[in-house]
């Protein structure tokens, strides 16, 4: 179990909760709430009462005047795959928990559970705002607080237990940009060749490093109330310097080498520098040709995008055109009428009425032009190798495949079934199902895991599954001896060929 706090990408925005609310319940497609409750919301505990309940909440929030920051906490709660499915009251007691050690039991809050992905997760939402005192709580290191509480529920609750030993991490941004483009981050590449290709225990002076690191092609400036590393040529691409390592930090530096000195400009550096950093692709995706693949399919889509971009601007162009061509012609029609002065002053407030009328309507229509010419493209690189993977392609499989530790029934073939919606699957390609009695399957390409331990009930469900997507092939179940032999006594009941048995 993880408890951590969400933090809004732009740090500058603020969250709402009627957005934040309904992306909760339905996100950017259908329903995905699983499971519903809110605290400290009298008579407003019903899913159908969501609404109302954001409503009360941001009244709430109204009322604080002084409070210039964010005013909504987002919690998530995230299980391990192989957890197995809390009951309601379970989940209320791990919400309140959590919210307890946060420092808001008083405030009020909406949680809901999604059960679309691999791992289940509950959302959190809690308004800062306290409903008597109208102050706002900002939780102070409730960091700490949640992995104490995360150990101790792993084990009233037989969890699973997750390591959650601090290492060095990169950070959102670095993550975002890898996931979407598939490109190691400066970040990463930073961490990668300067920690391990510096020989910082070596060097004595402040001189000594920015030599050695004008070789990267970066330079070490101030940044704030510490130091960053930035490329010579791109400045903006940059990275704290204590993403390095812990020995890279202004005050361990500082502490080497004294008071910061400032090293050579950006030109000089650039002028002598060896190894700089260049994009390339994550993993082996430059091997089997999938990240070349993304990139065409990228450059497609930005041709298209082009292209409906100037088809929609020329049709803007002649829309609003058409628009003051004819109140024009309206205007001089008025002007020629043979009517006095009082007449034609009315008629031109009834034209400027109408003309700002018309407007607002040729506004909307356009906006509708807009959203109608958006052209998705591939996506991100993950969601690129997930609708891949879907369509059963083994270069996208071979990448997202994830090595599976529950009981699991594969066929002979590397069969897929293609996916209704793009927005059915999860970021590696497969499918969670869940179905009646808190069993969760997990459906890839050619294979078919459960989620959770392996109850006879859910071992039925399995089998009773894998007849149905696996007709006519033979059938590997994979795991324990004991769960082996289990799902074979199941599957022939049911007539079902088993080709081998492989124990994990």
Not at 268 to 294: C, I, K, M, N, T
Request: hydrophobic fraction near 35%.
């Amino acid at each position: 179990m993880i408890i951590t706090p969400k933090e809004p990408r732009d740090k500058n925005a603020v969250s709402s909760l009627s957005k934040l609310v309904p992306y909760m319940l339905r996100g950017k497609g259908g329903e995905r709430c699983t499971w519903y409750m809110t605290g400290n919301l009298a008579g407003l505990d019903r899913r159908e009462d969501a609404e109302l309940a954001v409503d009360v909440m941001e009244l709430l929030q109204d009322g604080n005047v002084r409070a210039k920051g964010d005013r909504t906490y987002h919690l998530i709660i995230s299980f391990h795959p192989e957890d197995r499915r809390l009951t309601s009251t379970e989940l209320e007691d791990v919400v309140c928990r959590a919210v307890r050690a946060a420092g808001l039991e008083e405030h009020q809050y909406i949680a809901v559970r999604h059960s679309e992905q691999e791992h289940e997760h509950l959302h959190v939402a809690v308004n800062k705002i306290h409903p008597e005192t109208l102050k706002i709580h900002h939780p102070y290191k409730a960091i700490p607080a949640y992995q104490t509480l995360a150990s101790v529920l792993e084990e009233e609750l037989g969890l699973r237990r997750v390591d959650r030993t601090p290492g060095p991490s990169l950070s959102h941004k670095a993550r975002d940009f890898e996931a979407h483009h598939g490109i190691e981050s400066f970040s990463r590449w930073a961490r990668r060749s300067m920690d391990g290709g510096v020989a910082l225990h070596r060097i004595e002076s402040w001189g000594a490093l920015h030599e050695e690191l004008a070789r990267f092609g970066v330079r070490l400036v101030r940044r704030g109330n510490g130091l960053a590393v930035v490329d010579a040529t791109r400045p903006n691409l940059a990275c704290k310097a204590s993403a390095l390592g812990r020995d890279w930090s202004k005050q361990r530096l500082c502490e080497r080498f004294g008071e910061f000195v400032r090293g050579p400009s950006a030109a000089e550096v650039a002028r002598g520098q060896v190894d700089a950093y260049f994009e390339h692709p994550l993993g082996q995706a430059s091997e089997d040709g999938l990240w070349r693949e993304y990139q065409d399919a990228l450059g497609a889509a930005r041709t298209r995008r082009e292209e409906l971009r100037d088809a929609l601007s020329s049709k803007i162009d002649a829309a609003r055109a058409a628009h003051r061509r004819r109140f024009k012609l309206r205007h001089h029609a008025i002007a020629a009428m043979p009517v006095s002065g009082t007449d034609k002053r009315r008629l031109y407030r009834m034209l400027a009425f109408e003309r700002s009328a018309g407007e607002r309507k040729l506004g909307v229509k356009i906006k509708g032009w807009r959203m109608a010419a958006q052209d998705p493209g591939p996506g991100s690189w993950k969601e690129f190798l997930a609708v891949r993977a879907s369509r059963g392609d083994p270069r996208a499989i071979r990448r997202l495949a994830r090595q599976s530790k529950g009981p699991a029934i594969k066929s002979d073939q590397n069969w897929s079934r293609k996916l209704p919606s793009p927005r059915s699957h999860t970021s590696r390609g497969s499918i969670v199902h869940n179905l009646p009695g808190g069993v969760r399957l997990r459906e890839s390409a050619g294979a078919i895991e459960l989620l959770g331990h392996a109850r006879d009930g859910a071992l039925e469900h399995l089998v009773r599954f894998a007849e149905q997507r696996f007709q006519g092939q033979r059938l590997t179940l994979v795991g324990s001896r004991q769960t082996q032999s289990r799902l074979a006594k199941i599957a022939a009941e049911r007539g079902l060929e088993i080709a081998q048995e492989r124990q994990r």
